[in-house]
């Protein structure tokens, strides 16, 4: 993967920059029921490789409990295994929870691969934390121009709201199931009892005549 390699004020650099800024909200116009974790994720991908010089990357996502992670997309695909062990191993030193609690890129040494330097950037909206990107480089990952970071944050600032968003649709659009669900028995019970009723009062007249 390559990123942008050239220096912040460069006009060259510049141009690429609002390019991908453009970039950057491009996936939010599809219809929240046609998002789905992944695709939400791949749509940036793309942006992602442009922008910083990563050899391998991934995005977790906090599982229902708000306990565990899910490694949900990986790139390259092959080395998800790899990437687990260096989450697993910055979890373990408490650095995962140092960069869940800050709104920007943090980069720490790599714990399982030498020379390495990782990148750790929150997945997360005003109301809460969604999960976590985590960017494996080499040396020129700490060479990283500041616009690179904070272009960065405003792309998993789109991606955490469009995650967030597809969250809230499938949550309406099971409640609005339910409900449909509770209005078609309602009233199946309703025409039901009419109907009993109707049969009691065609016998009671019969009795009577």
Not at 95 to 121: C, D, F, K, M
Not at 176 to 205: I, W
């Amino acid at each position: 993967m390559t990123g942008t390699q050239a220096s912040a004020g460069d006009p060259q650099w510049v141009l690429e920059a609002l390019d991908l800024v453009a970039a950057l909200g491009s996936f939010r116009a599809d219809q929240p029921k046609e998002r789905t974790p992944e695709a939400v994720l791949s749509a940036a991908r793309p942006v992602l490789r442009r922008l910083l010089p990563l050899e391998r990357s991934a995005f977790l996502l906090l599982e229902e409990d708000g306990l565990g992670l899910t490694l949900v997309d990986a790139d390259p695909a092959d080395d998800a295994a790899a990437l687990q062990a260096e989450v697993d191993a910055q979890v373990a030193a408490g650095i995962y929870a140092w960069a869940a609690q800050r709104n920007s890129a943090v980069q720490v040494p790599a714990l399982t691969v030498p020379e390495g330097t990782v990148l750790l950037h929150a997945l997360a909206t005003r109301s809460r934390v969604l999960g976590m990107f985590i960017g494996i480089g080499g040396d020129d990952l700490g060479r990283t121009p500041e616009a690179s970071s904070k272009l960065l944050s405003i792309l998993l600032g789109n991606v955490s709201a469009a995650l967030e968003s597809a969250d809230l649709y499938r949550e309406l659009a099971t409640y609005s199931e339910g409900l449909e669900r509770l209005v078609d028995e309602r009233t199946h019970a309703l025409v039901e009892s009419n109907q009993r009723a109707q049969a009691a009062s065609r016998a009671k007249s019969e009795f009577l005549a």
